[in-house]
Nanobody, 122 residues
Framework: QVQLVESGGGLVQAGGSLRLSCAASGRTFSSYAMGWFRQAPGKEREFVAR????????DYADSVKGRFTISRDNAKNRVYLQMNSLKPEDTAVYYC???????????????WGQGTQVTVSS
């Protein structure tokens, strides 16, 4: 059974940085794409970033491009989201997700973590 556990969330001032981590277990981590999504209060869950199985290909939402970086360590079964220049509008619960594809992760993905809260104060 695939399990995803996020960590690293917290409270930070605008302009600050946080690094989220997602630990995966239950299958061969290095074969599958991983993604980060977020959901703010009263809003739908939205895509943040995606990384393919090898780490060679990444995609970002326009709202985070240039500020966030997704990476993975296949030896440690972990995916990371480095968040810099944080803004109050980045406040949300951040979720790690994966599916049965080496390149695609969407909001309809099968496997999700429990989420980690990120709060950015102005």
């Amino acid at each position: 059974q695939v399990q995803l556990v996020e960590s690293g969330g917290g409270l930070v001032q605008a302009g600050g940085s946080l690094r989220l981590s997602c630990a995966a277990s239950g299958r061969t981590f290095s074969s599958y794409a991983m993604g980060w999504f977020r959901q703010a209060p009263g809003k739908e869950r939205e895509f943040v970033a995606r990384i393919n199985w090898s780490g060679a290909s990444t995609d970002y939402a326009d709202s985070v491009k240039g500020r966030f970086t997704i990476s993975r360590d296949n030896a440690k079964n972990r995916v990371y989201l480095q968040m810099n220049s944080l803004k109050p509008e980045d406040t949300a619960v951040y979720y790690c997700a994966t599916d049965d594809s080496s390149v695609v992760v969407t909001a309809m993905s099968r496997y999700w973590g429990q989420g980690t809260q990120v709060t950015v104060s102005s």
